[in-house]
């Protein structure tokens, strides 16, 4: 590997990318003939296991029958899972648990990127930081190996570079090229150098100004929810008891034979049930993100916090913003920091945020985080792309859990390199970290725990190094014609359900239903617009889905991605729960409920009408585009002054379109923002000026009392069929 003394001398002495890429290529490529012949060598330990997938049930009878675990792990994000797929395929016994759902924090909420961390590179050379440079170099050595074990989740992603200062394409490609050199053979792809006119074809969005020219260079990319499951799930095939929804009260001591207090277990709930569980191990392993200083307390009321939380906020627009297969970075915002702008999913994400926060299990974005975001992208694309408010499809906050001195304040110069602490009662501690080191992370930390708490495993050493994850085994990138031949899938659906699935893909394919159309034979869709089919809900409880919001945020990422097509969904979700989970009347209210107030609160609905209640029609609104509007609401209310359910009925019914009860009542309470059942004058402005100001993309209730102006209009020459055929009403 390349050491980071000669690295960095290297940069310094070539004074140049010429010399630096050299010396970097010809040492790399010494050293990693010798030690990393093979890209990602496969653990000679377990071998892909066809062990059923026990259901919650059986796992949750397994965690109360079992006299002594070796190893219970708290927390079910991308660590505490990786931690107990390591100690299971090391051949220890091993639990695992999570209070809500598998990477229903901090683990579903990041910027989607597997990658090694340019600007952690440029801090290591710059500031002479040996751990900074040890945390890329581990890095990249876990990115290329979680390309590796679940290709169906994950691909190399080009991000590019846009230079608008002809002295900053060395100092740029210089930087760059020591990231691919630092990788050696794991590179993914070379980086390269564009031109002015090349860098606007492949990124027309780009702002002409003062472009000099652009650099490309490769990250992983992986859906990070689904990515985090599919480790769970494999520790459950490789004989994990695995139980989300199940939080620990509090933890169980005893004495050991020297006498000491140690940690010998957890008393946990079922908070499905509320029914109590005592657990007892050899081993805690406390890998709870943000909450980890919680759990500390735990064992030690008194011991300080070694965790500092930071919220990153992201934001989802419509795909139009970004090209379908290249991601841009701003490696310098207004306020130095790094903004990433990324296809994903068919949308773009934009983020992220970086500030210090409060611990919360319901973290929100705030407006103010929104509009850093939407206005250091105004920065980088064209004057023809207008960045509007309304085009926000959705907005979440994670919480990153940094380790950090207490004291400090200034979170944006905080290593994400990961501690583990071991208490005097042997509550092992992993915190810190990054996603994509989640791997080594759980190494690391199951050989502290074996040292810690004499565990005997079967293989002392990490077996996952290359281990494949649920779904990657048997996937190829062209498996989706299969599904498209043999059960008459759309193309789109089929790609989905591969990319997602891997090669569990036919099992959920299986339970898909007859369309009764020609083509395609089955896969009813759960919206319109996004592939994802009502068998997935199905399948989900097979994967311990529990509650809605498990399926609309983690096992599909509809809530991710557009909020109002996930409250579309709830319903037929919540109704397929029902079938599957034996949910009662009330228990579908409450968890229809909860989903909507999930999207509401953390999903950036609450942020939305925050803005249209500050959007005010004198400021906005020109007088005349006031009277106008006075007019049009005025032909709907009549005396009455507001419009009711049946006023849009009676227009619905006079233009011929056919809308169900529940998309009525939809349109009607996205603008009745008082919630009272009527559109008031004040909110029908309101919305008008929320429109024009594009902090709505648009309304349906606005085109529809349009379309319905044009048809009454005694001079107007169009048919009110041909206007609903051409698509001039959306709904």
């Not at 952690?120 to 900074?132: H, S, T």
């Not at 859906?223 to 004989?239: K, Q």
Request: hydrophobic content about 40%.
């Amino acid at each position: 590997m390349t050491s980071f003394w000669s690295l960095r001398r290297t940069l310094l002495a070539a004074g140049g990318a010429a010399g630096a890429t050299y010396t970097f290529s010809t040492y790399s490529r010494s050293r990693n003939s010798k030690k990393h012949r093979a890209h990602i060598v496969t653990a000679e330990g377990p071998a892909p296991t066809t062990r059923p997938l026990p259901t919650r049930e059986e796992n949750l009878r397994v965690l109360q029958d079992t006299p002594e675990f070796d190893v219970l792990v708290i927390g079910g994000g991308a660590t505490g899972c990786g931690v107990a797929l390591d100690a299971a395929t090391r051949g220890l016994k091993t639990a695992l648990v999570e209070r809500d759902d598998w990477a229903s924090g901090t683990s579903s909420r990041s910027t989607k990127l597997i990658h090694g961390g340019v600007r952690y590179l440029q801090k290591a050379i710059m500031g002479l930081d040996k751990e900074q440079y040890n945390l890329v170099k581990e890095a990249l050595h876990e990115r290329a190996n979680l390309l590796e074990i679940a290709p169906h989740l994950s691909g190399p992603l080009p991000i590019m570079l846009p230079v608008y200062r002809w002295w900053q394409l060395p100092y740029f490609w210089a930087g760059i090229k020591a990231y691919d050199l630092v990788a050696g053979s794991q590179c993914v792809k070379s980086s390269y150098m564009l031109t002015k006119a090349r860098a606007l074809e492949l990124f027309p969005m780009l702002k002409k100004d003062r472009l000099v020219g652009a650099i490309v260079y490769y990250d992983g990319q992986h859906n990070d929810a689904r990515m985090n499951l599919a480790i769970a799930l494999s520790a459950a095939r490789h004989g994990a008891a695995v139980a989300n929804h199940m939080e620990v009260l509090s933890l169980t001591k005893t004495t050991d034979q020297s006498g000491k207090e140690v940690i010998s277990g957890a008393v946990m709930k079922d908070c499905l049930t509320g029914k109590e569980v005592k657990v007892k191990a050899k081993c805690v392993v406390n890998a709870t993100g943000p909450f980890t200083d919680g759990v500390r307390h735990m064992d030690n009321e008194k011991i300080s916090n070694i965790c500092q939380p930071s919220a990153g906020v992201h934001i989802i627009l419509p795909d139009y913003y970004s090209p379908e297969s290249m991601g841009l970075l701003d490696p310098q915002t207004s306020d130095g920091r790094v903004i990433f702008f990324l296809p994903w999913e068919g949308l773009t994400i934009a983020g992220t945020t970086d500030s210090p926060c409060d611990i919360t299990h319901s973290p929100t974005p705030t407006e103010k985080e929104i509009q850093f975001i939407l206005n250091e992208i105004k920065n980088y694309l064209s004057s023809d792309v207008s960045v509007r408010r309304g085009d926000v499809l959705a907005a979440w906050s994670g919480i990153r859990p940094l380790v950090s001195d207490p004291n400090s304040k200034n979170t944006q110069s905080i290593s994400r390199n990961h501690v583990i602490e071991v208490s005097p009662s042997h509550l092992v501690t992993i915190a810190g970290g990054k996603w994509t080191t989640y791997r080594s992370m759980a190494s690391d930390t199951v050989d502290k725990a074996i040292e810690v708490c004499g565990l005997e495993p079967r293989h002392t050493d990490c077996q996952t190094d290359g281990l494949m994850l649920e779904g990657g085994d048997a996937y190829t990138p062209t498996m989706f014609i299969r599904l498209v031949q043999d059960f008459g899938l759309e193309n789109e659906v089929a790609q989905h359900l591969a990319h997602t699935y891997g090669d569990k893909a036919f099992d959920v394919a299986k339970m898909a239903q007859m369309t009764g159309k020609r083509w395609p034979v089955v896969g009813k869709r759960l919206v319109e617009d996004f592939p994802y089919l009502e068998a997935e809900v199905k399948y989900a409880c097979r994967e311990y889905a529990c509650t809605a919001i498990d399926v609309i945020a983690r096992r599909t990422r509809l809530a991710f991605q557009n909020v109002q097509a996930a409250e579309t969904a709830l319903p037929t979700v919540v109704r397929i729960l029902a079938q599957e989970l034996g949910w009662s009347k009330q228990k579908c209210q409450d968890e229809e409920e909860a989903a909507k107030q999930f999207l509401y609160m953390e999903m950036g609905g609450k942020a939305h009408v925050d803005v249209r209640l500050q959007t005010t029609p004198d400021t906005e609104l020109p007088a005349a585009d006031i009277e106008r509007y006075k007019k049009r609401f005025d032909k709907v209310a009549g005396s009455k002054g507001f419009i009711t359910h049946m006023d849009l009925e009676n227009i619905i019914e006079n233009l011929g379109i056919d809308i169900s009860e529940d998309q009525l009542h939809d349109m009607l309470e996205e603008v009745d923002t008082n919630r009272n059942g009527q559109v008031e004058l004040d909110e029908f402005l309101q919305l008008m000026s929320s429109v024009r100001a594009g902090v709505m993309s648009s309304s349906r209730l606005e085109r529809i009392m349009k379309m319905a102006e044009i048809v009454e209009a005694p001079d107007n020459p169009m048919k009110k069929s041909e206007d609903i055929e051409e698509g001039r009403v959306w709904y």
